[in-house]
T-cell receptor, first 113, second 114 residues
Framework: QQPVQSPQAVILREGEDAVINCSSSKALYSVHWYRQKHGEAPVFLMILLKGGEQKGHEKISASFNEKKQQSSLYLTASQLSYSGTYFCGTEFAGGTSYGKLTFGQGTILTVHP | EAQVTQNPRYLITVTGKKLTVTCSQNMNHEYMSWYRQDPGLGLRQIYYSMNVEVTDKGDVPEGYKVSRKEKRNFPLILESPSPNQTSLYFC?????????????FGPGTRLTVL
């Protein structure tokens, strides 16, 4: 089951904030966030693990609500370089699911001057 | 330089002609994975490998084969390509998803099947 991202697209002015959400219908072990610029490969932003551990870039923040199986990516004081498509990837907990990563459909973020 | 390389970067082929897309990483990563990317569908995992000789199906494995005979290489094989396999393919590697390890993606291979 592919996680659902919202919103599908967001347009910002430089300096504005945005939140991108990722929801799953299945119990999660981890949530991964990546950003992809047009014509390029996805680039790592952050990983959130069940139990509270997080690893990622200092300027990026995110949350993981284990009860609701939801994650949110917080982009504050946006810069032009934040533009791109953001993907969340979910690794489901339990069974033989470890290692299998299912990505959402993406959120297109556009930052204008 | 630490990197994931894919070859070829662009490929146009015809239905039924077997092809292999190579993927190689020089970071001694245990985990490797193949994704396809189609407009509006995001990244979909085809196959992944937790280590040498260990491979598992992702969400869209039909029509693809992989092998992991050595740690650094993870080729994607299309035995009989069809037009619905026209897509952008990414290979990625990691020390392992567990423990919060990031994936490093290759530059992508754009495949067109006529």
């Amino acid at each position: 089951q592919q996680p659902v991202q919202s919103p599908q697209a967001v347009i910002l002015r430089e300096g504005e904030d945005a939140v991108i959400n990722c929801s799953s219908s299945k119990a999660l072990y981890s949530v991964h966030w990546y950003r992809q610029k047009h014509g390029e490969a996805p680039v790592f932003l952050m990983i959130l693990l069940k139990g509270g551990e997080q690893k990622g870039h200092e300027k990026i923040s995110a949350s993981f609500n284990e009860k609701k199986q939801q994650s949110s990516l917080y982009l504050t004081a946006s810069q032009l370089s934040y533009s791109g498509t953001y993907f969340c990837g979910t690794e489901f907990a339990g069974g033989t699911s470890y290692g299998k990563l299912t990505f959402g459909q993406g959120t297109i973020l556009t930052v204008h001057p | 330089e630490a990197q994931v390389t894919q070859n070829p970067r662009y490929l146009i082929t015809v239905t039924g002609k077997k092809l292999t897309v190579t993927c190689s990483q020089n970071m001694n990563h245990e985990y490797m994975s193949w994704y396809r990317q189609d407009p509006g569908l995001g990244l979909r995992q085809i196959y992944y490998s937790m280590n040498v000789e260990v491979t598992d199906k992702g969400d869209v494995p039909e029509g693809y084969k992989v092998s992991r005979k050595e740690k650094r290489n993870f080729p994607l094989i299309l035995e009989s390509p069809s037009p619905n396999q026209t897509s952008l393919y990414f290979c990625a590697s990691s020390y392992g998803l567990a423990g919060g390890n990031e994936q490093f993606f290759g530059p992508g291979t754009r495949l067109t099947v006529l």
